[in-house]
Structure formats: structure tokens, C-alpha cells
């Protein structure tokens, strides 16, 4: 079984600021990692995933987040926000293959920007 | 693209009504779920399934059942709505136990009186 902590539940940020949404999971197997987006009133939409390869993975919209298998983390980060960034932002992680291949979910990281 | 439809946008039942949730999806995914969405509780998994006529509990179940009669089509039944019931319904579709991202509809705001 797994499960996935959001640390914190709201972060709120000036516009151009840097911000970082923390995520961590714990697994007694190796995971996929996902950050999903939800704009207001609309649903999920997948922002970056990690499944194999560089630890560092790279949205189109300037986001990153960075697999750190020690400290069981994929932390969302972007160097400079947009009032469009303002949204609530899901963590999932799931088994790469066989057994229960059902996403695990954060309770979510609601990102506010103030302009 | 992939793009998964849910039915209605707002919906406004009476206490005791049969409700149903619909959901479809395009692009030939084995898997589909049902969440509900609260406020500071994240998303919590009612049913999925992983092929036609196939369905699976999730954590929430109670009060609740499904129908994949098609594997486009997954049907979400509230068998007599309750006013813990209102809540955001997403629906989401994966292509195989080969899981690499899900793909969600828009949501489905429901509102028991």
C-alpha cells in the first residue's frame, strides 16, 4: 500500500515569486509519480510525471519537480509564478506494474497568487 | 486528444431521489473510475473498473453502486441520494494496468436537497 502527503493545503504567493509545493509518499515499492493540476471548476489535468530516467522533470509551463528516492519526495517547484497558476495542485504516485495499479492521491496543495 | 465527458456540469436532486451519473470516454481505455471531491479531503475513490462489466470498490462505496455495460461508458448510481451526497463527482479513464496518467472529465457538481 501506499499513501502520499501534501504538507501543506494552502500556499499563497505574490505574483513573480518563487514557490515550492511539497509532496512526499511512502511505498514499500518503487512508484510512478504524477502532479496533476485542477483550474477552477474544471477537472484533472495531468502537469508532469515521473517515470523512470532524470530525477528532474519539466512541465510546459515552467513548472519542475524532482524525484529524491532517499527522502521519498517529488516537490513541485517554479522560479516565478503567474496569477494563472492559481489553482488547486494533486500529487498521485502509483505502482509501475502489476498489483493495484489505482492512483493514490494527495489531498491537494491549493496555490494562491496574489498579484 | 483524449477526452472524457461527464454527463452534466450542475445537477440539483431531492433527498431520496435516483441519480445518475454518466461518463464517457473516447479513446479506447481498458480503466475508469469514480471519485468524489471534498474540500481538505482530496479526492476519494468510489468505484473503478477495469474492464466491461467488471467494477471494483474503492474506499467510499457505501451508498453507491456502478454500471459498465460498454467500455466507453462508465455510470455512476446514487440509489437514493442523501444531502452527504452533494459534493464534486469526477470520472477518469486510464489505458491499461499499465498505468501511466489519467485522464479526467470535467466534474459534475451535484447538489442533494
Known amino acids: 500500500a501506499q499513501s502520499v502527503t501534501q504538507l501543506d493545503s494552502q500556499v499563497p504567493v505574490f505574483e513573480e515569486a518563487p514557490v515550492e509545493l511539497r509532496c512526499n509518499y511512502s511505498?514499500?515499492?518503487?512508484?510512478?509519480l504524477f502532479w496533476y493540476v485542477q483550474y477552477p471548476n474544471q477537472g484533472l489535468q495531468l502537469l508532469l510525471k515521473?517515470?523512470?530516467?532524470?530525477?528532474l522533470v519539466e512541465s510546459i509551463n515552467g513548472f519542475e519537480a524532482e524525484f529524491n528516492k532517499s527522502q521519498t519526495s517529488f516537490h513541485l517547484r517554479k522560479p516565478s509564478v503567474h496569477i494563472s497558476d492559481t489553482a488547486e495542485y494533486f500529487c498521485a504516485v502509483t505502482p509501475p506494474s502489476g498489483g493495484s495499479y489505482i492512483p493514490t492521491f494527495g489531498r491537494g496543495t491549493s496555490l494562491i497568487v496574489h498579484p | 486528444d483524449v477526452k472524457v465527458t461527464q454527463s452534466s456540469r450542475y445537477l440539483v436532486k431531492r433527498t431520496g431521489e435516483k441519480v445518475f451519473l454518466e461518463c464517457v470516454q473516447d479513446?479506447?481505455?481498458?480503466?475508469m473510475f469514480w471519485y468524489r471531491q471534498d474540500p481538505g479531503l482530496g479526492l476519494r475513490l468510489i468505484y473503478f473498473s477495469y474492464d466491461v462489466k467488471m467494477k471494483e470498490k474503492g474506499d467510499i462505496p457505501e451508498g453507491y453502486s456502478v454500471s459498465r455495460e460498454k467500455k466507453e461508458r462508465f455510470s455512476l448510481i446514487l440509489e437514493s441520494a442523501s444531502t452527504n451526497q452533494t459534493s464534486m463527482y469526477l470520472c477518469a479513464s486510464s489505458l491499461s494496468i499499465f498505468y501511466t496518467e489519467a485522464f479526467f472529465g470535467q466534474g459534475t457538481r451535484l447538489t442533494v436537497v
Open positions: 515521473y517515470l523512470s530516467g532524470s530525477t
Open positions: 511505498s514499500s515499492v518503487s512508484v510512478y
Open positions: 479513446m479506447d481505455h481498458e480503466n
